[in-house]
């Protein structure tokens, strides 16, 4: 309990232990197109993407405007006729 409570107070007052410690989203299938270089940084496998895509419903990748691999390990599939700008992305601009 020492320990969690030690990590915690470093983490709300070290940007740098912050980052060592909490994971950012990652996008793993961006307009249809699997990112592999993304996919193996995740340890994540194609197939797994394929199927967090069929669990939505979706028969065809190309029809996936991105899919994101969630900081609690889950996948979140954004389909292309719901994706507008997608400024959701960890990787958007600004608005």
Do not use: H
């Amino acid at each position: 309990m020492l320990l969690q409570l030690s990590v915690t107070w470093l983490s709300i007052r070290s940007r740098a232990v912050r980052r060592l410690l909490k994971s950012e989203p990652s996008v793993l299938l961006r307009d249809g197109v699997l990112l592999y270089d993304a996919l193996r940084s995740q340890r994540v496998t194609d197939g797994e993407v394929r199927q967090a895509v069929r669990s939505q419903g979706i028969g065809d990748l190309a029809d996936v405007a991105a899919v994101v691999l969630e900081t609690d390990g889950s996948f979140s599939v954004i389909p292309a006729a719901q994706a507008g700008r997608l400024t959701v992305l960890p990787d958007a601009p600004e608005a």
